[in-house]
C-alpha cells in the first residue's frame, strides 16, 4: 500500500522507486545532503526539493526529522528525540549530528572550536557570500589549547582522520589530505556547524571557560598577595 502511495507522488514528477530510494539510501548513510559538495549531491539536492513531502513522510514514520536549510542549500537527518534546529518541543542534546554520529574527544572538541571559531568570524563580519568562513588549522590550534587546554593529535595519521571524519559530515572543507599534515593548511568551515552544535552547548563551555578563568585570576592574585 505505502508502495503503491509512493509510485503515484513519485510518477507526478516523473521519476520512479529506485531514484526515491537512491535518496534515501544516500539520506541514511550519510545523514547529510549538501548541493554543494559534488555533482552527485546537486542531483540528489534537486531531486529532494521536487518530492520534499514524499521523502519527509516516509522518514517520519521511523521518527527521524529532516532539517532543511535552503539558504545554504543542505539536508541534514536528525534522530528520534534530538533537537533540531526551530523546534522547541524535542529533548535537548549537545549535538544534533544525524542519527547519533559518535565522536571521539579530539572531535568533540573540534567541532566546538569550529562552531566558535564560525560565530567569531560571524561577529567580524569576515563570513564569504556562501556563509563559509575560511581558518588556517594553526589558527584552530591556538583556540583549542586557549578555550579547551586541548591540542590537536600529535600523529599525523590520526591527526588527518580527524579532519578527514568532519569533513565526511560535511562540517568543514579542505583541498588535499596532504594540506592537513602542515599548520600552515587552511580550511572551511560549513554554515551548517551552526545547526550541528546547539547554542545550548556553547554557552556551557563558554560558563565554564569565564569559571575557570575566575578561578585563575583569584589563585593569581592570591599567590601575589603572599609574596607582597
Known amino acids: 500500500m505505502l508502495t503503491d502511495v509512493l509510485s503515484q507522488g513519485l510518477e507526478k514528477e516523473n521519476l520512479g522507486l529506485d531514484e526515491f530510494r537512491e535518496l534515501i539510501i544516500r539520506l541514511l ?3 547529510v545532503l549538501c548541493r554543494g559538495e559534488s555533482q552527485t549531491e546537486q542531483q540528489l539536492y534537486d531531486r529532494y526539493l521536487r518530492i520534499t ?3 519527509q513522510d516516509y522518514l517520519h ?3 527521524i526529522t529532516v532539517f532543511h536549510d535552503r539558504r545554504f542549500e543542505y539536508l541534514r537527518l536528525y534522530p528520534p528525540g ?4 526551530g523546534m522547541d518541543d ?17 572531535e568533540v572538541a573540534m567541532v566546538l572550536v569550529l562552531r566558535l571559531q564560525y560565530d567569531k568570524a560571524l561577529r567580524e ?3 564569504d557570500d556562501k556563509g563559509y568562513v575560511t581558518e588556517s588549522i594553526e589558527a584552530l590550534s591556538i583556540a583549542m589549547k586557549n578555550i579547551l587546554a586541548r591540542s590537536l593529535p600529535e600523529k599525523l595519521t590520526e591527526r588527518k582522520q580527524l579532519f578527514i571524519h568532519l569533513r565526511r559530515l560535511r562540517l568543514i572543507e579542505f ?6 599534515v602542515s599548520g600552515e593548511a587552511w580550511l572551511k568551515i560549513h554554515p551548517m556547524i551552526v545547526s550541528f552544535v546547539n547554542d545550548e552547548a556553547v554557552q556551557a563551555l563558554s560558563a565554564a571557560t569565564a569559571e575557570e578563568n575566575e578561578t585563575a585570576e583569584q589563585e593569581e592574585a592570591m599567590a601575589t598577595k603572599k609574596l607582597v
Do not use: C, I, K, W
Open 61 to 63: 514514520v521511523m521518527d
Open 90 to 106: 524535542a529533548d535537548t542534546s549537545a549535538f544534533a549530528g544525524s542519527l547519533r554520529n559518535r565522536l571521539s574527544q579530539s
Open 82 to 85: 534530538s533537537q533540531t534546529p
Open 53 to 55: 513531502d514524499l521523502v
Open 125 to 127: 563580519g569576515q563570513v
Open 175 to 180: 583541498r588535499s589530505e596532504e594540506d592537513l
Open 29 to 31: 548513510n550519510y545523514g
